[in-house]
C-alpha cells in the first residue's frame, strides 16, 4: 500500500484546483502551474482536500500512486509558498552579480558565464557575490537551473573553491605533499 499516495493534500486559501480527466491546472497567489498525469490514476477534489486513487494494487499502479501525489503536492505548495534554492560561491575572485535579470558568474573563467532565468524563475545574489538565491514556483526548473548554476564550476576537492549548495559538505583530499 502506498502511503505516500493514500495522503490527503489540503489546499492552502488562495488556491484554486481545476480538475480535467488527466489535466490538473493549480493557481495560487503565486502563479499557475497545470500537468496531465497518468488517465489510471484517478484525481478528485472533496471539500478543500485533493485525494489520489489507483484502480488497482498492481506494481506500476502503486508506483504511480505516490508518484502522483507528489507532483501535486508539490504544485500546491508551488503555487502557494514557492521554492528557493541557494548557492554558495567560495574562491578568490569568485562572485556573481546580477546584470538586470540575469545571473553573471566571475568564476576564474577567461569570460563572465551569463546565466538568464527560464520562466517563472528569479536570480538573486547578496553577500557581496558570495551567495546566490534561486525562487520559483515549479520545483523541477528551481532545482535543474540550480544545478546547472552549480555545473559551471562544481567544488573540486584540494581547495574546496567553486559553487556549491548550502550547506553541501565538500571531502577535502591532501595534496601531493600530502599536507592537511
Do not use: C, W
Not at 25 to 35: A, C, F, P, W, Y
Amino acid at each position: 500500500m502506498s502511503r505516500i499516495g493514500r495522503m490527503p493534500i489540503p489546499l492552502p486559501e488562495g488556491v484554486k484546483v481545476d480538475i480535467d480527466g488527466s489535466k490538473v491546472v493549480v493557481q495560487g497567489n503565486k502563479g499557475t502551474l497545470q500537468q496531465s498525469f497518468r488517465p489510471e490514476m484517478s484525481v478528485r477534489l472533496e471539500a478543500g482536500v485533493v485525494y489520489v486513487d489507483r484502480p488497482s494494487d498492481g506494481r506500476e499502479h502503486r508506483a504511480f500512486h505516490g508518484l502522483t501525489r507528489s507532483l501535486l503536492n508539490n504544485m500546491v505548495i508551488g503555487v502557494s509558498e514557492g521554492f528557493t534554492r541557494r548557492l554558495e560561491v567560495d574562491g578568490v575572485g569568485y562572485r556573481a552579480e546580477m546584470e538586470g535579470e540575469n545571473l553573471v558568474l566571475h568564476v576564474g573563467y577567461s569570460h563572465p558565464v551569463v546565466i538568464e532565468p527560464p520562466g517563472n524563475v528569479k536570480f538573486e545574489a547578496e553577500n557581496r557575490g558570495k551567495l546566490i538565491i534561486i525562487n520559483g514556483i515549479d520545483k523541477q526548473v528551481v532545482g535543474e537551473i540550480s544545478a546547472k548554476i552549480r555545473k559551471v564550476r562544481p567544488p573540486e576537492p584540494y581547495k574546496g573553491k567553486g559553487i556549491r549548495y548550502e550547506g553541501e559538505q565538500v571531502r577535502r583530499k591532501a595534496g601531493k605533499t600530502g599536507k592537511v
